[in-house]
């Protein structure tokens, strides 16, 4: 089934957990029908492409059958969530990234996908370039129509979830007056930037390009990230405190020290979970080679904001949101955060119970924070939707 032994964790990875806190969790708030889901993951009869691609190509290409005909019928609204659920489960074929050739077939089609649509929004999506030295990385950008520079939030993808994932967060956004740009993960997606703690430049370079932007106040941007780009978000505001005016960090990590005893266990294993599964083409690897508690150590020493001495230049507000469950990017992250820096500015909501993400509680942290985003940007607040 695409499985090897692997230790229980709290947290999992496992293709054939639909729950909130499982697999899926990456697509939450993307998925139209989670009793499709349910039924598909059911029905699922491996990880590796041969069997994993097919299988979500088939219920995107149902998706993508009924948008057709809703575009062709005039009936817009409709062909947009067939086209965004065509979209996701072309994202989930595509898992992690373009690994191999046809996965690299998969992510063009789930682009596709997501670009039609977006064909007909309002502000309208514009695809754009931004430079960082070598590299051009492609982003998407929407700036709600107000007659004068409006605040911005540079939204900054994770590891195995990219720009296409991140359309609910624009709608969030522009609901609330703010321009949102949306841009992937150095490493993954269309940004060419080697991942590495110096790839933070490309986020600076995001930040440079909306700053330039007539239609962007240069000195009410923010940031917004979830997982990986949580860590990426705060790894920002301490390298460039001054072009940020505020950060929200879901679930951010490494940030200062591993746990200890037991839940550095857990730790290990949950992180370790991913080399349990395949899903390159037969006879390639696992996911992720699992690393020893020396491994560990030395990557989170690489990457930690403490040894990088960041976490004293963290000064803008901060929001920052996880589940007291995590084992994946334990919560004594949040509290290595609170004890640096000024006194006053950083705020924290723990969900008690929950695991990675807090995605069970979504429905409540997700409006919220971005109400928190928009008055401290200053920004006209209205209601907003996500996809």
Known sequence: MGRVDAA?????????????????????????????????????????QDVWVPHWRAVADRHEARAVQAEEEGDLALARVEFLAT????????????????????????VRAYLRACAHLEPPLQVVE????????TAHLRVPAAGTAVPAV????????????????????????????????????????PWS????????????????????????I??????????????????????????????GSPVGRLPEGEKLERHLATVNERSAWFFGAPGDGPFAEPLTLEELTARHSAWSLAELGLLDRIT????????????????SNIYTVLEHGPLAGKEARIYAGAGHCAPEHAGEWIPQAFDWLATKLGADSRPGAGE
């Open 8 to 48: 229980e964790t709290v947290a999992t990875e496992d293709p054939w957990d639909a729950s909130a806190r499982g697999f899926y969790r990456r697509w939450w708030q993307a998925v139209p029908d989670r009793d499709e889901l349910v039924e598909a993951v059911r029905t699922l009869g491996g990880t590796t």
């Open 87 to 110: 979209k996701t489960y072309l994202s989930i074929a595509r898992f992690p990234d373009a690994i191999t050739p046809e996965k690299g077939e998969v992510s063009r089609d789930c």
């Open 130 to 137: 931004i430079s960082y030295g070598e590299w051009t990385m």
């Open 154 to 193: 540079l939204v900054m993808c994770g590891s195995d979830v990219f720009k296409e994932d991140r359309g609910w967060v624009q709608e969030q956004c522009v609901g609330r007056g703010l321009a949102a740009l949306v841009m992937d993960a150095p490493g993954t997606g269309e940004n060419p930037v």
């Open 197 to 220: 703690p110096d790839s933070v430049g490309a986020w600076e370079a995001a930040v440079d390009f909306l700053a330039g932007r007539p239609d962007v106040d240069a000195n009410r």
């Open 222 to 251: 923010a940031a917004f990230g979830i997982s990986r780009g949580g860590y990426s978000v705060m790894q920002l505001a301490g390298t460039a405190p001054e072009k940020l005016a505020a950060v929200v960090a879901v679930a």
């Open 316 to 331: 803008q507000p901060l929001l920052m949101i996880n589940g007291s469950e995590d084992d994946h990017s334990p919560i």
